[in-house]
Structures are given as C-alpha cells and as structure tokens.
C-alpha cells in the first residue's frame, strides 16, 4: 500500500527539517491516538540520529500496544535544497507487526515565500491485510498531516545562537564576497 501527503507548511525549511528529525515532535504528530516511550538507555536524543532507535508505542498515551523501531537514515544524491529523512524501521510487537515492510520518507524543501513544501510517503504492506489496513492508515495519515500543518508555525524559531551566526556570516560575505 502506499500512501501520500504533499502539504505548504508555515514555518521556513530549516525549521520543519529540524522538526521532522525530532522524536518530540513525533510524539505530538501523532498524539492523541499514540504515544512512543523510548526503550534505548539513554532515552529519546533531540534528534535522530542514523541507526535504529527501539520504542515502546502506547495506544490512547496508555496502553502498551507493542514495540516498533524506527531506523533512520538522510539519503543523498537529491536536487538542491531537498531534505529527507527515511525510517525503514516498522513495529517488532504488537496490532502494528502485521505491516512486514515499511518504507516512510519525509522529504523537506523551501518554497520561495519562505514557506516549506513538506512530501511524505509510506509504503508498507501487510500482505493479505493491506485491503483492511489500508483505510486506518490513510485517516491516521491525515491526522497527523493536519497536525503537521498545526504545528508548523510553532517551529519558526532560530535555536540560540543561530541567528547571531547567520546574520555575522551574512555581515562578513557582504563585506568580503563570496568564500572559497
């Protein structure tokens, strides 16, 4: 099965990047239907990096439904400016363990208002129920679009910092050119 979502969001490519990379904003995405508690060591890091990552999935931010694990990966070889992200992780436990194959990838690119052009796609299977797991995943999919564009203008922020390096690198090119 696959399923799609090309959505406008409200916040600069820089900041939905750094919120498609987070497992906080993950967990609001898709609240209040699930929730994720880390099962790694250390718990969630700020930002995921490459390499699978275990979590407990909680139906309803309760019951324990399960444990998934996301393995991420930040594909190359893309047009400029494009971003993604792939998890080809999937659920090891639980209702969710009936998708064998998942394949879900995020990409990110800036819109010349400012704004940034958010592609999602995921293809799973699970094979003689794809025609009954289909349509719940669609919806949950839709969900969490909406929320995605909720979100979004939250994540219009420059970490500290970032501002100040931005605007003196920009200082230093206007006075001295291009850098080699």
Known sequence: MRVLLKLTLDCDADAAWRAIRSPAVLREVVAPWLDFESLEAEGFPATWPEGRHRMRALAFGLAPSGEEAVDISYPGGLPPGVRLLRDSGGAITGPLSAFRAWDHRMAVSPLPDGRTLYRDRL???????????????????QWRGMRL????????????GTADAARAERSAHAQTGPRS
């Open 123 to 141: 293809r799973a299977s699970a094979g003689a129920l794809d025609l009954l797991a289909w349509y719940p995943t669609w919806a949950f999919w």
């Open 149 to 160: 564009r909720q979100l979004a203008p939250t994540w219009a922020y420059d970490p500290p």
